[in-house]
């Protein structure tokens, strides 16, 4: 007994473009700028715990941007997947009744 499988690949190819859209957003502009804390040395006073403060938020700033783009090659990855496998499915069904199954 066989059965049918119906794939919209065209519909697996507009998730994976989604996930390129993601992507380029979680790696941002891609201009080499670095991103910094908007918050200077004086911003919460002079004291040493505001200054502590602004050093935090700084080390948190960089944290985020540096798994904001890991997760970006994440995606990328998974898109990449998804075109690889409508590709698959596309190719199957060309080769079908073309011999022996």
Same mark, same amino acid.
């Given at each position: 007994?066989?059965?049918?499988?119906?794939? $919209? =690949?065209? &519909?697996?190819r507009? %998730? #994976?473009?989604?996930?390129?859209?993601? !992507?380029? *957003?979680? @790696?941002?502009?891609?201009?080499?700028?670095?991103?910094?804390?908007?918050?200077? $040395? =004086?911003? &919460?006073?002079?004291? %040493? #715990?505001g200054?502590?403060?602004?050093? !935090?938020? *700084?080390? @948190?700033?960089?944290?985020?941007?540096?798994?904001?783009?890991?997760?970006a090659?994440?995606?990328?990855?998974?898109?990449?997947?998804?075109?690889?496998?409508?590709?698959?499915?596309?190719?199957?069904?060309?080769?079908?009744?073309?011999?022996?199954?």
């Amino acid at each position: 007994m066989t059965t049918d499988l119906t794939v $919209d =690949t065209a &519909l697996i190819r507009r %998730a #994976a473009a989604m996930l390129d859209d993601a !992507a380029h *957003a979680y @790696r941002g502009q891609d201009s080499g700028e670095v991103l910094r804390c908007p918050l200077t $040395d =004086t911003s &919460l006073g002079s004291s %040493a #715990a505001g200054r502590e403060v602004v050093d !935090a938020a *700084a080390r @948190r700033v960089i944290e985020a941007v540096d798994g904001a783009r890991a997760l970006a090659l994440r995606v990328e990855a998974a898109a990449e997947k998804l075109r690889s496998s409508a590709q698959g499915f596309d190719d199957t069904e060309g080769s079908v009744g073309r011999g022996p199954r």
